[in-house]
């Protein structure tokens, strides 16, 4: 399982970012492709969700309304449309990738076993 993640950058506080995960290796309907993202001196914490074979999507509550997850299964991408940005959404952003995953575990860092390799967000003031 290969993971490429892109659309990072440097936005002025409101602004709009679009990140992609691009997915390959393998056939992907039984897994959840999630987001996190870890910002300096941070732990590494759960943004979004979502099921490929459809479940889902599951977001960290605080994001919930300015962030968006979604995919494009014919071209294996999963997007994380995010708005409103503020400075402290600042982190690299992670996809991530496992099979077999309940619900209730979709927001632990610790049970996906495959990475991207994570893209800058910076949000200035």
């Known amino acids: 399982v290969q993971l490429q993640a892109s659309g990072g950058g440097l936005v002025q506080a409101g602004g709009s970012l679009r990140l992609s995960c691009a997915a390959s290796?393998?056939?992907?309907?039984?897994?959840?492709m999630g987001w996190f993202r870890q910002a300096p001196g941070k732990e590494r914490e759960f943004v979004a969700a979502i099921r490929w074979s459809g479940g889902g999507p599951w977001y960290a509550g605080s994001l919930k309304g300015r962030f968006t997850i979604s995919k494009e299964k014919a071209k294996n991408l999963v997007y994380l449309q995010m708005n409103s940005l503020k400075p402290e959404d600042t982190a690299v952003y992670y996809c991530a990738a496992q099979s077999g995953l309940i619900a209730s575990m979709v927001s632990r860092h610790d049970v996906y076993n495959y990475w991207g390799q994570g893209t800058q967000v910076t949000v200035s003031s």
């Open positions: 290796g393998r056939t992907f309907s039984n897994y959840v």
